[in-house]
């Protein structure tokens, strides 16, 4: 027995701080459970009817029941959301290239940019439809639509705010805008557009799923305002879960693509 | 003496004709491969007269002209360097130094061609300033001294014959700042080039300079150009001799007055 005991001594402090990383790792899946474990009791005691708040154990059962059409819209919605979004990424770029290009275009463009963004997209979707008929388009435009803004600002912040001494230091040379831009300008703006990239996305999600819901026979949203007119809650609760884990997955995906990318920003922070 | 460098009765002012006129009546001459340094009282229009200088400034009034061609435009003649080294966080060191090149007209057709020969540049002169080996770091992973002595290779590689610095060692600790004089100085002998130093540290101007032009306050002009006699090559020690003091005492009673007469 004391062998053991001796034996295990050492290793106790290696032990802990393994398992305090550990814990860290770990910290997302045990907060997640612990939400829907109190989700689940707060059902219970308050004794809650499925049509106003469902347990998660029986929204877990509608997505086992109901797994052949939640794939189907689930794949449906991210193919709008990305699809748009991509769109948004190339437009977002492009136009935030061209806004931090000149001063004067970034003057003359910016308050109709904060003029449009101000704009409820809901309210832009009958008119999508109209030009386009309910379905997949409206859906894409939305998301598109949505989810430019953040990027568009970010690119032209990052451009707009080069270092007065790097474009001294260029311009003595002989440099021409152009030069400064491919040089300078466009590296530097890249931290910024790769970070708008996280909040793009999930904005895209919202864009594409109120178009869904309101204007479209396929996706989530669809998927959620039809089973909400049945009242069959736990599936509308189904909807939305899914929606949360393709979110989380776009947004781990495009921290991911940020750091591979633009790394050398957070080490270069971090050093300051 | 050919002079490099000659500032005619120039008047610059900015933001339109009721602006600010940051400098006035300004005259000054510096000579082919001179060390000039440029002191005053702060917002004396020592920036403006590095942006006079290299062109990226026109003066409203008087004539700047550089190796003898009248200023219209950015001259790339001209390397600088500036308090905040403004190294390239993307780039490597060594990319970085290379940068001018990809830029001045003269070497940005033949840089792809002759990539080697100007590496090689780039390193000697990393070597010379005593960060052999660190081409390859990240600028965020090198300290802030080391930083300005690779800002100091990215203004040389190009082979300015003018190079102007605006208080380059401001911002550093007093050990390195010294350490970097000395490597500015032997530079200087090394290769001949003219160099004008914009700087409040009066200690630095006299250690370096071999011609000190006292500037007044805004709007700025010359109140008074001093020859510095001390013997070159000069040593770190020059500075504790009773001579050097005297003349770092004579140019700080100069600027306090020209602080008060402000």
């Known amino acids: 027995m004391s062998a053991i005991a001796e034996e295990n001594k050492p290793a106790a402090p290696v032990a802990s701080m393994s398992s305090g990383i550990a814990l860290v790792k770990l910290a997302p899946w045990l907060y997640t459970i612990g939400l829907f474990a109190v989700w689940e009791l707060l059902v219970i005691f308050l004794d809650m009817p499925p049509t106003i708040l469902p347990a998660p154990s029986r929204v877990f059962a509608a997505i086992v ?3 052949s059409p939640i ?3 689930s794949l449906q919605t991210l193919y709008t959301t990305t699809v748009g979004f991509a769109i948004a990424v190339v437009a977002g770029l492009g136009l935030g290239l061209f806004i931090g290009w000149s001063k004067t275009i970034y003057a003359g463009l910016y308050p109709l940019m904060i003029g449009f963004n101000a704009i409820p997209k809901v309210a832009l979707v009958p008119i999508l439809v109209i030009w386009f008929g309910i379905g997949a388009v409206p859906a894409i435009l939305t998301a598109f639509l949505i989810s430019f803004f ?8 990052g451009l707009a705010t080069i270092e007065p001494e790097t474009e001294d230091v260029l311009r003595a040379l002989g440099a021409r805008k152009m030069d400064i831009m491919l040089k300078v300008g466009i590296p530097r703006s890249m931290p910024y557009f790769f970070g708008s990239l996280k909040v793009a996305i999930t904005l895209a999600f919202v864009g594409s799923v109120v178009s869904e819901t309101v204007a479209s026979n396929y996706g989530l949203g669809n998927m959620m305002s039809s089973a909400q007119s049945m009242f069959n809650v736990p599936l509308v609760f189904a909807g939305l879960l899914m929606l949360a884990i393709e979110g989380i997955a776009m947004y781990a995906l495009m921290a991911w693509v940020e750091m591979r990318m633009t790394g050398w920003a957070h080490r270069s922070s971090m050093s300051h | 003496m050919h002079h490099l460098v000659s500032i005619e009765d120039v008047d610059m002012r900015y933001g339109g004709a009721a602006g600010t006129l940051a400098v006035s009546g300004l005259n000054m001459k510096v000579g082919k491969g001179e060390f000039a340094a440029v002191v ?6 020592k ?4 942006k006079l200088v290299t062109g990226l400034h026109l003066p409203q009034r008087g004539a700047v002209l550089v190796a003898g061609k009248l200023v219209t435009e950015p001259v790339s003649i001209v390397g600088m360097a500036f308090q905040n080294p403004t190294m390239l966080p993307w780039r490597t060191t060594l990319d970085n130094i ?3 090149l990809e830029i001045v007209e003269k070497h940005r057709h033949r840089l792809r061609a002759h990539k080697k020969e100007y590496v090689e540049k780039a390193e000697h002169l990393l070597e010379i300033v005593g960060l052999k080996g660190f081409g390859s770091k990240f600028p965020w992973q090198l300290s802030g001294g080391m930083q300005q002595r690779a800002n100091l290779c990215r203004a040389l590689i190009h082979e300015p014959e003018l190079l102007m610095l605006d208080e380059p060692f401001g911002a550093l600790d007093a050990f390195t700042r010294e350490e970097l004089w000395c490597v500015i100085r032997d530079l200087h002998a090394a290769q001949g080039v003219t160099i004008v130093l914009v700087t409040h540290d009066l200690r630095e101007a006299t250690f370096l300079a071999d011609r000190i032009f006292v500037m007044s306050a805004r709007p700025g002009r010359v109140l008074k150009e001093h020859v510095v006699p001390f013997e070159r090559p000069r040593d770190l020690e020059v500075m504790y001799e009773k001579g050097f003091n005297d003349m770092v005492h004579e140019l700080h009673g ?9």
Do not use: D
Request: aromatic letters at 8%; hydrophobic letters at 45%; charged letters at 10%.
């Open chain 1, 65 to 67: 029941q109901y797994w």
């Open chain 1, 71 to 73: 794939w189907k819209n």
């Open chain 1, 150 to 157: 953040p990027i568009v600002v970010n690119v032209a912040t």
């Open chain 2, 40 to 45: 005053g009282p702060s917002g004396c229009g």
């Open chain 2, 47 to 50: 920036s403006t007269l590095m």
């Open chain 2, 98 to 100: 290379l940068l001018p």
């Open chain 2, 254 to 262: 100069e600027i306090a007055k020209a602080r008060v007469a402000a």
